[in-house]
Structure formats: structure tokens, C-alpha cells
């Protein structure tokens, strides 16, 4: 019987695929910063990207590395009551250690009664989840490992960040063993290192997930498809480049229809590549762009549409203008839109869009929009 073997494409938010396809430094700095003694700027780490650049799945390969090499992760989302979850998931993990490994069971109060303790009415006192995560952190250190917090979807106005950058760096100054790596759109991450109250942020090693390079994006279809007993042949590889654009969410859509498409030829030739593409193209609209597009008020649209005049970057300068508004309309939808990821400024005052292929899906909207 032919052995089935399953679509290795991981078209689904957040999730690590088998072969990552760049972000080497990242991966590099963060694995050297684990395993070293903790005075590697990467030991904080921010990861700032827009949406489907991979910055979940990132999270969750150094939560699953770290893991792997004897650490503790907490994985949390930045939501009220993230101190609560971190606290749970820390003591859950401590107790599973504990329970594995008898043979390591420490002297003394240790760690039985560490995980025992009982949460409070939330919302739990600062300085009381910070003797409680002292607690943890030591009774880890005593079997000789460490805490790693990962916070996907960064959001500066949720108070918690506060209390728990705030006590990272007490840990960090008392020599614990911890590592931060924390996950955002620019503008979320840009306005929490603005707080005053997470300064201390401005120390971590901040990585920009740009675009992938077509090199990056072929290596990884190449070795994904050879996973699923599957090859390209050389224009079809191209093309499936092509489509990609560089863009990670793009890179598994499209792998996956290919490899579906192309049935049980074990060559994927150029047809079936721009089949896939075309329907990976929609199910991008349908899945990412759709869900952006409904958030956006009339005036949003009206920002967007003014941008999209300019083939390239826009000047804010030149939007007051093109509006028929004054500057302050301007710099109020420009930040509504910063929020929503929707836009970039990489430069003060250069405006982009910043998802591949976002600005066309847009045009095509309003066109249908004001033909009704
Ligand atoms: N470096 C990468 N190479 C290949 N695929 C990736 C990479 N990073 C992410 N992906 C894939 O892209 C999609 C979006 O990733 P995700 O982590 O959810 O993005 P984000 O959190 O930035 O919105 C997922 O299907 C994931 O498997
Ligand atoms: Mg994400």
C-alpha cells in the first residue's frame, strides 16, 4: 500500500512550520541568549512585524526551543489578566518538572509548596505577583532552570505590561534566570517603549520581521515540498516566488494548494502553481484582508484611498491637501490606521502600506463599493 503522506503546509495563524523560512539572526541571537548567562540583550527580545510575518509562530518555536533545552515558558496574550495566566502557567510547568523528574526532587521547602499556593481574587496586587513570581523563579533556579515568558500581541494600554516589565527587570538586576520575548504590530510596540513606566524596554533587542528574501522563501518551498514527497519544476518554482512576495502567510497558502493540486504527480509543473496561487490569493482576501477591511470607518477608507495615489510612499504632508481636511484629521486617522497595521511609517511622516498586495484588495473593494 502507498504510504499517505500528509500536506506538510501550515497555512493556519501561529503555527511554526517545518522549516522556517530567513530569520536566521533572530533564531541565532535568541538560541545564544538561552543557553547563555543571561547578560545577552537578547535574553528581551521584541519581535515587530505586521500581521502574517510569523511573529506567533516565532514565539511559539522559542517557547517549544526553550522548552526543549530544560527552560520553563509561559506562553501568554497580552490581554487583562495576563499576570494571573503567567503566574498559573508558570507554577503548572514547575509542578510538571517537579512531577517528571523525582529523582531532582529538591531539599528543603523547595518547590512542592511554591506550586501549591492559591490565586487570589484577581485583580492581583504588584508587588504580591512579584514575591509570588520570586518564588517560582527560585524554586526553578533550584532545579537548575529558568523561566521564559513569551507575550504575543503586545498592547500598551493594558496596565499588566507595566507591573511585569517592571519586575523582569528587578529579576534581571537580581541575576535570575528569565528571558522576555514579547510580539507587536510597530505601533503597539513603538508606543510601549514611548511609557515611561516600560522604558526599560528600550534595552531589549528589537527585530523587525521584514519581508523574506525570494532566496529565503524558494529554500523553504523546496524543502517543505521535499517533506511531501514533492518537487517543482524550475518555472514553477519561480512563479510560486512570485506569488509569495515574500510574505510568510502568502508562502503556506500558496504551498499548500500546490501541493494539493498537483495530486499524485511528484513534479509540480507551472499550471498547477498559478492555480494554487489564485486561490491562495483569495483565501488571503478572504482570511486576513476581509477581516481589516470590515474594521475600517468611511473616513479610514477615504485616508487610504488619497494614499493609494501615490504609486509609492506618501508624504503626510501632502494627504491635508488631498482630503480637503486639516493636518490634525490627518494625524488622527494616520494613527487609527498605524493601530490597525494597516499602514507603516517607517520614516516621520512616509506613509506605506504595509501588507503585500493589501493596497490592491482595497482599490478592488471601494471600486465594488461605489458601483452599488
Ligand atoms: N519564517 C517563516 N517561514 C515560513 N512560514 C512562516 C514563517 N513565519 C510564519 N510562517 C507562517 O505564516 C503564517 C502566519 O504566521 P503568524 O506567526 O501567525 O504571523 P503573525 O503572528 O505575525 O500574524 C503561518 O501560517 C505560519 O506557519
Ligand atoms: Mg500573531
Redesign the pocket.
Known amino acids: 500500500m502507498a504510504k499517505t503522506i500528509a500536506n506538510p503546509f501550515?497555512?493556519?495563524?501561529?503555527?511554526?512550520?517545518p522549516?522556517?523560512?530567513?530569520?536566521e539572526e533572530i533564531i541565532a541571537d535568541v538560541e545564544a541568549a538561552l543557553a547563555g548567562a543571561g547578560n545577552d540583550p537578547a535574553i528581551i527580545s521584541l519581535l515587530v512585524?505586521?500581521?502574517?510575518?510569523?511573529?506567533?509562530?516565532?514565539?511559539?518555536y522559542f517557547a517549544d526551543t526553550a522548552e526543549s533545552s530544560g527552560w520553563v515558558a509561559a506562553r501568554v496574550t497580552c490581554v487583562a489578566g495576563m499576570l494571573d495566566d503567567v503566574l498559573i502557567r508558570a507554577q503548572r510547568a514547575a509542578r510538571h518538572l517537579v512531577d517528571t523528574r523525582p529523582s531532582r526532587k529538591i531539599k528543603g521547602a523547595g518547590i512542592a509548596n511554591v506550586v501549591s499556593f492559591e490565586l487570589e481574587d484577581s485583580p492581583i496586587e504588584p508587588a504580591n505577583w512579584r514575591s509570588k513570581m520570586d518564588d517560582i523563579l527560585d524554586a526553578l533556579a533550584e532545579q537548575g532552570t529558568g523561566l521564559l515568558v513569551t507575550i504575543?500581541e503586545v498592547n500598551p494600554s493594558i496596565e499588566e505590561m507595566t507591573t511585569l516589565v517592571a519586575a523582569f527587570q528587578h529579576f534581571l538586576d537580581e541575576g535570575k534566570r528569565v528571558a522576555l520575548i514579547m510580539?507587536g504590530l510597530p505601533y503597539a510596540v513603538t508606543s510601549l517603549l514611548s511609557g515611561k513606566s516600560t522604558s526599560f524596554l528600550r534595552r531589549a533587542a528589537r527585530y523587525e520581521?521584514q519581508a523574506?528574501n525570494d532566496y529565503?522563501v524558494e529554500e523553504?518551498l523546496i524543502r517543505t515540498m521535499r517533506d511531501g514527497g514533492k518537487s517543482f519544476e524550475p518555472d514553477a518554482l519561480d512563479a510560486a516566488v512570485k506569488a509569495i512576495k515574500g510574505f510568510?502567510?502568502m508562502?503556506?497558502?500558496v504551498g499548500y494548494r500546490t501541493w494539493r493540486m498537483a495530486g499524485n504527480s511528484e513534479v509540480v509543473d507551472v499550471s498547477v502553481v498559478n492555480d494554487a496561487a489564485g486561490i491562495a490569493r483569495k483565501e488571503l482576501d478572504r482570511r486576513v484582508y476581509e477581516a481589516i477591511w470590515f474594521e475600517l470607518s468611511e473616513a479610514d477608507k477615504s485616508f487610504l484611498l488619497a494614499m493609494a495615489k501615490d504609486s509609492g510612499a506618501t508624504r503626510q504632508m501632502d494627504l491635508p491637501g488631498r482630503l480637503d481636511k486639516p493636518s490634525g484629521h490627518v494625524s488622527k486617522y494616520k494613527k487609527r490606521l498605524l493601530q490597525q497595521g494597516v499602514i507603516q511609517e517607517r520614516s516621520k511622516g512616509i506613509l506605506n502600506f504595509c501588507l503585500p498586495g493589501f493596497k490592491e484588495y482595497f482599490m478592488e473593494r471601494i471600486a465594488e463599493e461605489r458601483e452599488l
Do not use: M, N, W, Y
Open positions: 501550515t497555512p493556519v495563524v501561529g503555527k511554526v512550520p522549516h522556517i523560512a530567513g530569520r512585524g505586521p500581521r502574517g510575518t510569523g511573529k506567533t509562530a516565532l514565539l511559539s504575543d510580539a520581521l523574506l529565503e523553504a510568510p502567510f508562502l503556506q497558502l
